[in-house]
């Protein structure tokens, strides 16, 4: 199981360690990221790694090598990301939990996007909008918090 958390590390790690947002408005910039971040956490891939990583977490017999291997590979894009939110939302200081909450929800968002296009039935009915589409609308829900936090 060690290994699908590696090899899912490198996964991410290939898709933000030489990415950059660049665009002339928040708006523009916030849908690159989730568009990239996209890449992996809206795959089938990510749903069965966040299965190991949820068995691996949970199980007591689970060893402090293999926990500390698992923090590590965390914490090894996640300066990446950081770097990409940056970018994303302009020079002014980001508050680490403000970071932390934008890095979730976007996560969390793409997560759900594959969650629920894995499960036949359900309290939500699936978008008639296309994945895109749906992508688009999220970085427009976001972009006022941000532009007037800007002002």
Known sequence: MLAVLEASTEDLEGVVAQAHIEGSTIRDRLNQLIELLARHYDTPEYLAILQVILNLEHDPRT?????????????????HIHRLLKEALGDKPIPKNLRSNVILAIRGFCFSQQLNNSIAYGALQRPRSQPKQRRELFAEMLTPYFEARQE
């Open 63 to 79: 060893s402090e090598e293999v926990r500390q291997t698992m923090r590590k590979a965390a914490d090894h894009s996640t300066a």
